[in-house]
């Protein structure tokens, strides 16, 4: 790979960036990092919410931890929308742009007159991207698509941890995660489109459909007629074969996949499971199976388990913490993450982009910009005077 040069596969790509919380952002970061000119639009005097909100009240030197995760590469110019000058630069933005993402509720985009049917005879190369929680015509348009209530009403909440006990959400906000990467997707399918007919279109993500895609297979089992049961025992899902799941160990956990019986019999040598092991995956006897190796799995650690079944041939992983998980060398040798001098923030940890391509490696241009660092360069760029620069920051138009 030749990471001398930055990723530039989507250099001459302006994006408008009306975005907020992390589907949006996130997903026009992953454009950002290929090389795509993003601009993020906010309101003047600091009040976007990415600003003003990070989980742990992590701020680094005042500067919003969530913020940085998912702004690198872009530009900023504040923008007061709830003034006519303010939507006559939009539109002036919209009509030179390439792609304009917006993740608001459905209907605000529409009531400022900037909503796709508004905008698009300004520009019919344009493609208009909407992410919502449920979809613009959804009779939940009004509730908020938030990662914890979306993992809730999908079902994803439901299926994860051990019969009797409550549903378990992910740690982490994977619906918006993967909603990013789908809305990233959607705007490069239709901008090589756009290259063969020459037309935009209007492309809608939703944090539903998100969610439900994530469950692909399980779903796939239970549109056709499967019955799918959680265990009591350290199966870990209610598709997959024994010993599928996580194990206690003497000091922490252990994670068995899907190796065959048989070789699981070869390698642990327990009589007990010999007559279930006449099966390369016996489905039918999956929780008898998890109940035998549980003792047995406790007898050492996670690290000799590992040591000793890896080379037999079995599927095995330790389970990590996040210090852990930076101190493996799988993950050391991945060069996952980079750090950048901020001028406020000071040193900052970032994950990288995680595609790798022959042409460049995707680095940090431009950092997380500070709020409207960039407006009279944009401003300038769409042919506005010095003058009326000016006196759009006076009056607080930008």
């Known amino acids: 790979m030749d990471s001398g040069a930055p990723l530039g596969l989507l250099q001459g790509v302006r994006i408008l960036s009306f975005t907020q919380f992390l589907l949006g952002p996130a997903g026009v970061q992953y454009l950002a990092d290929m090389g795509a000119d993003v601009i993020k639009i906010e309101p003047p005097g600091g009040k976007l919410f990415e600003r003003n909100w990070a989980g742990c009240d992590q701020f680094l030197n ?18 007061d929308l709830k003034r006519p000058e303010g939507i006559e630069v939009a539109k002036h933005l919209i009509a030179e742009a390439d792609v304009l993402v917006q993740n608001f509720r459905p209907g605000v985009m529409a009531r400022l007159g900037l909503g796709y049917e508004e905008v698009a005879p300004l520009n019919p190369r344009l493609i208009y991207v909407s992410g919502s929680g449920y979809g613009e015509g959804s009779v939940y348009r009004t509730r908020p698509g938030q ?18 006990q409550p549903p378990t959400a992910v740690g982490g906000p994977v619906v ?3 909603g990013a990467a789908l809305l990233a997707m ?20 939703t944090m539903l459909r998100a969610a439900l895609d994530l469950q692909l297979e399980v779903l796939m089992y239970h549109l056709n007629g499967a019955q799918l049961r959680k265990s009591p025992t350290s199966l870990a899902s209610m598709i997959h074969p024994g010993p599928y799941g996580i194990y206690e160990t003497k000091d922490g956990y252990l994670a068995l996949s899907m190796s065959p019986l048989p070789v699981l019999q070869d390698a642990l040598q327990l009589p007990e499971l010999a007559p279930l092991a006449t099966e390369r995956f016996n489905h039918s006897a999956r929780e008898q199976v998890s109940r035998l190796l549980e003792p047995v799995i406790r007898t050492r650690t996670t690290d000799e388990w ?17 210090d852990g998980v930076f101190a493996d060398p799988a993950v050391i040798d991945a060069d996952v993450t980079e750090e950048v001098d901020h001028p406020i923030a000071g040193r900052v940890r970032l994950l990288r982009f995680p595609l790798e391509f022959s042409s460049g490696r995707a680095v940090t241009r431009r950092l997380p910009p500070d709020s409207g ?19 759009m920051q006076q009056q607080k138009v930008v």
């Open 62 to 79: 005042g500067v919003s931890a969530f913020f940085l995760c998912a702004h690198r590469n872009q530009r900023s110019l504040t923008l």
């Open 147 to 164: 990662d914890l209530l979306i993992q809730a009403m999908s079902g994803l909440a439901s299926i994860s941890g051990r019969a009797g």
């Open 176 to 178: 918006d995660q993967h």
């Open 186 to 205: 959607g705007v490069l399918a239709a901008l090589f489109d756009r290259s063969r007919t020459g037309r935009g279109q209007k492309v809608e993500v």
């Open 306 to 322: 590992v040591e000793y079944l890896v080379p037999k041939g079995i599927w095995v992983a330790p389970v990590l913490d996040y």
């Open 373 to 391: 660092e960039h407006s009279a360069e944009i401003l300038r760029e769409l042919g506005y005077s010095d003058a009326d620069v000016a006196r």
